[in-house]
């Protein structure tokens, strides 16, 4: 039988589907019997869901425009640098 | 009608065209990717004048390195480590704040491997609940005190979406010790909003 421990060092892989079938069978079963590893579970894929979320935006164009410039003439300044 | 390679040439074709001095291929690269990279940047440092010095140190290591990229693998795989690395230099040329200990901030475990704390659900709070500006801060400041190595794999996994062979060969590290990294990283930010949230349900 799995235990809590050993579940928790497998959710990445069975969250990405990538565990042997018997192992994510065992982990399944232990899931439906044990509450705190089910809340763990969906607490864990909430937390990578709420990283991604908080990313930063895109480049400002301003910035896009300062940094073509920034290089434009740096690169002319030493030409093969 | 010009066909889309003409249009778009691909990046091994700028890649060719820049190692032969042409100045357009290496615009296009940037115009390319400077998105991209700024966002890794920012991601990684979360402040913007970092973030736009490390955009201007890659693309100038572009410039004076691109005869060093032998092609092997994708130029984005390699512009990406290129990346990473002046963002990762970044990082650990700050006079740190402290580093969040990942070996700490773990679940708890029994002798016999149970949980040795309740483990609360609170991943079905509503939406603005759940990313309120509090808790955005919360996390972020997580993220921000992960340790650098840490932080990258978070970045390129979790916020890039790149797949974990990616990671491990823009890091130069094994697939597995990615996966080690990003699950222990994700158990101590996890953990961190755990604190968050069961602090607000003891107030509440």
Same mark, same amino acid.
């Given at each position: 039988m799995m235990s809590c421990k050993e579940l928790v060092n497998l959710m990445a892989d069975y969250l990405e589907g990538q565990l042997d079938p018997g192992v994510a069978r065992d982990l399944d079963q232990h899931l439906a019997d044990c509450p705190p590893c089910l809340n763990f579970l969906k607490t864990y894929r909430v937390t990578t869901r709420l990283i991604r979320e908080i990313a930063c935006e895109d480049i400002p164009p301003e910035l896009e425009e300062r940094l073509q410039k920034f290089l434009r003439e740096r690169l002319e300044r030493a030409p093969g640098q | 009608m010009t066909t889309r390679a003409e249009t778009h040439p691909g990046d091994a074709e700028l890649v060719e065209r820049l190692k032969r001095g042409d100045d357009a291929a290496f615009t296009a690269l940037l115009q390319r990717y400077q998105g991209k990279v700024y966002r890794l940047a920012m991601n990684m440092t979360r402040n913007p004048q970092d973030a736009e010095e490390v955009t201007q140190d890659v693309f100038l290591a572009v410039h004076r390195k *691109?005869?060093?990229?032998?092609?092997?693998?994708a130029f984005s795989t390699w512009l990406y480590r290129v990346a990473s690395n002046a963002a990762l230099m970044k990082l650990r040329g700050r006079?740190?704040?402290?580093?969040?200990?990942i070996e700490e901030e773990r679940p708890a475990f029994a002798p016999?491997?149970?949980?040795?704390r309740p483990v609360a659900d609170w991943?079905?709070?509503p939406e603005d609940r759940l990313l309120s500006a509090e808790r955005r801060r919360v996390l972020e400041q997580a993220i921000e005190t992960l340790p650098p190595d840490s932080k990258a794999v978070v970045v390129l996994r979790? *916020?890039?979406?790149?797949s974990t062979q990616e990671v491990a060969e823009i890091l130069g590290a094994t697939v597995l010790a990615v996966k080690s990294r990003l699950h222990r990283a994700r158990l101590a930010l996890r953990e961190r909003l755990a604190t968050y949230f069961e602090a607000r349900r003891a107030r509440a």
């Amino acid at each position: 039988m799995m235990s809590c421990k050993e579940l928790v060092n497998l959710m990445a892989d069975y969250l990405e589907g990538q565990l042997d079938p018997g192992v994510a069978r065992d982990l399944d079963q232990h899931l439906a019997d044990c509450p705190p590893c089910l809340n763990f579970l969906k607490t864990y894929r909430v937390t990578t869901r709420l990283i991604r979320e908080i990313a930063c935006e895109d480049i400002p164009p301003e910035l896009e425009e300062r940094l073509q410039k920034f290089l434009r003439e740096r690169l002319e300044r030493a030409p093969g640098q | 009608m010009t066909t889309r390679a003409e249009t778009h040439p691909g990046d091994a074709e700028l890649v060719e065209r820049l190692k032969r001095g042409d100045d357009a291929a290496f615009t296009a690269l940037l115009q390319r990717y400077q998105g991209k990279v700024y966002r890794l940047a920012m991601n990684m440092t979360r402040n913007p004048q970092d973030a736009e010095e490390v955009t201007q140190d890659v693309f100038l290591a572009v410039h004076r390195k *691109i005869g060093d990229f032998d092609g092997r693998a994708a130029f984005s795989t390699w512009l990406y480590r290129v990346a990473s690395n002046a963002a990762l230099m970044k990082l650990r040329g700050r006079r740190g704040g402290p580093h969040l200990s990942i070996e700490e901030e773990r679940p708890a475990f029994a002798p016999d491997g149970h949980h040795a704390r309740p483990v609360a659900d609170w991943s079905e709070l509503p939406e603005d609940r759940l990313l309120s500006a509090e808790r955005r801060r919360v996390l972020e400041q997580a993220i921000e005190t992960l340790p650098p190595d840490s932080k990258a794999v978070v970045v390129l996994r979790d *916020i890039e979406g790149l797949s974990t062979q990616e990671v491990a060969e823009i890091l130069g590290a094994t697939v597995l010790a990615v996966k080690s990294r990003l699950h222990r990283a994700r158990l101590a930010l996890r953990e961190r909003l755990a604190t968050y949230f069961e602090a607000r349900r003891a107030r509440a």
